[in-house]
């Protein structure tokens, strides 16, 4: 079952209709917290689906039985807490999920080893190879750099440099330079041990060592034709065929991750092989260390504002040099002026605190300045660098505001904006371009319907074949020239196809089919072309 959630009646009168599968809606269920130490995956899935705070009829089963620590520990969606992120079913047990309709069922293993072959030659229509090592490696150089309280900065590394992984399948050598500065929290003295152990985690929660190859397919499904009635090669999500291709020299068994099936055409357009728990390991810890990444940033904040607190402390407290100078007014005799000198005489002196009713600064140019870092009598704070907990301000005017990490940026002046999570303004209009380029071009698709059905009996034929061409979603058939519609007939009889190809060389929109069109079994197709350049329109 389908749910519709979306429906749009455009002025051309075509309704078009969007619907997501029924197990969507679990992503509208809202799970209650709960937690426990140890608990068999069936009472886990069980307590699950019956702690909603959204009514629901979703039940459940799963294959499992190995307890495991299992928790909802912050509001989440029921769909959530099956699969998809860290703490899962998936991410603890494993498995692949059957969605069939308000029944959930966990598979230890979906899908069957059907024997099906997809063949070039036979019935192998394309075939892409993915195999993409960009993300293997053969070792890693981990390192953390360890900053002390006056800024100083120490990198750490290990003594044998790199550690070795040891499934890589490459032949030449890839390091992987990694930082786990952030995997410590501030303050902490990071050792080599410490450092060995956060790397050796990373690399058993990540495959960093093959590899990951998919193949995706096209193929005719031969149980739709007579001559091979008899053979069961259906195929299904999850199950497991072989794919062979000669030229290529490629053979290889894996499982179905995804299919797209024409329900019109009754075929399947393509299906992918590939590991889905390897990309799905992988998508879950890259969002796991990036949340983790993002936390220790935001958790470095007050770690920050408390290391400028004790610079601060550090540099005030316990001083017992300079000198302090008073300057009184000639006439009254009365103090005006603060000084704090690193010498007693004001000429001389180069670093000097200067208070009185302008305000307060400090020079390292003398007493006449400039004085850098000031608070004056208007209101103004002058400084290179300002540490702040919260900035409540009405108006705050600045050329760039930054990011801590640099990674986004607003620049005032020109107007220029960076969002690390967004495109760019140049992005935007790239892509803008792109789509109006697309919009212009002409996108011909043609549609063959039948006025009596599309399977006959012999002797039993007669039907008309009618040409439908659609530019986008728009019907422009009727604006075409007859000549421009081509029709073919495939049959067993290559010469009998020929004089009937010939009678058929364009000039109408339609054609009759009877049973003297068709010997035992024929197929018919249509082609538009260019009448001057003779070149079909179809791509």
């Not at 001083?319 to 000198?341: C, F, M, N, R, W």
């Not at 196809?497 to 000039?507: K, L």
Request: charge should be negative.
């Amino acid at each position: 079952m389908f749910r519709i959630y979306r429906i749009t009646t455009p002025l051309n009168g075509i309704v078009t209709v969007y619907a997501q599968h029924l197990s969507y809606d679990l992503s509208n269920v809202a799970a209650l917290l709960w937690s426990s130490e140890s608990i068999s995956p069936s009472l886990a899935m069980e307590r699950l689906f019956a702690n909603t705070a959204t009514e629901h009829n979703f039940t459940c089963q799963t294959d499992y039985s190995a307890a495991k620590p299992f928790s909802v520990s912050k509001p989440k969606s029921v769909r959530a807490c099956l699969g998809g992120t860290a703490g899962s079913f998936l991410d603890l047990w494993g498995g692949e999920f059957e969605w069939d309709n308000f029944l959930v069922k966990h598979h230890q293993g979906r899908g069957q080893h059907t024997g099906v072959v997809i063949e070039y030659g036979k019935n192998l229509t394309s075939m892409e190879h993915d195999n993409d090592n960009t993300e293997a490696y053969t070792d890693m150089l981990p390192y953390a750099v360890q900053t002390a309280e006056d800024g100083t900065e120490t990198v750490i590394t290990l003594p044998e440099v790199l550690l070795p992984i040891t499934d890589s399948t490459l032949v030449q050598d890839k390091t992987l330079i990694k930082d786990f500065t952030e995997s410590f929290d501030y303050g902490t003295e990071i050792t080599m041990e410490m450092l060995r152990a956060k790397a050796n985690n990373y690399l058993s929660a990540n495959p960093m060592g093959v590899a990951m190859p998919t193949l995706t397919v096209a193929f005719e499904p031969l149980w739709k034709q007579p001559e091979y009635a008899a053979v069961l090669e259906r195929v299904s999500l999850c199950d497991t065929v072989t794919i062979r291709h000669s030229l290529l020299g490629i053979t290889s068994k894996a499982k179905v991750i995804k299919t797209v099936y024409d329900t019109l055409a009754e075929k399947y357009v393509s299906i992918t092989l590939g590991s889905s728990k390897a990309n799905l390991i992988n998508n879950v810890t890259a969002a796991q260390t990036a949340a983790e990444s993002v936390s220790a940033k935001v958790d470095r904040f007050p770690a920050l504002i408390n290391s400028a607190i004790k610079t601060a402390t550090s540099l005030i407290t316990g001083q017992s040099g300079g000198y302090v100078v008073i300057h009184t007014d000639a006439d009254s005799g009365k103090p005006y002026e603060l000084l704090i000198l690193d010498t007693p005489d004001i000429e001389s002196a180069v670093n000097v605190w200067r208070w009185n009713l302008g305000g307060l600064g400090f020079s390292d140019n003398g007493y006449n300045g400039p004085y850098e870092t000031a608070i004056t009598s208007d209101g103004q704070i002058v400084a290179d660098f300002i540490t702040s907990g919260s900035l409540v301000a009405n108006i705050i005017k600045a050329g760039v505001l930054s990011s801590q990490d640099g990674s986004s940026w607003w620049d005032l002046e020109s107007g220029e904006i960076h969002l690390s999570a967004y495109a760019t303004t140049t992005q935007v209009e790239e892509v803008s371009d792109r789509v109006e380029v697309i919009e212009d071009q002409k996108m011909y698709r043609l549609v063959i319907t039948s006025s009596n059905g599309n399977i006959f009996k012999n002797n039993e034929i007669h039907t008309t074949l009618s040409a439908m061409v659609f530019s986008w979603d728009e019907n422009i058939t009727d604006t075409l020239d007859p000549n421009q519609f081509i029709w073919t007939r495939v049959s067993d009889d290559e010469e009998a196809d020929e004089e009937w190809n010939a009678a058929h060389f364009g000039g109408t929109k339609s054609i009759e089919i009877t049973t003297a069109d068709v010997n035992v079994s024929a197929t018919f197709f249509c082609d538009l072309i260019d009448t001057t350049t003779r070149a079909s329109l179809l791509g």
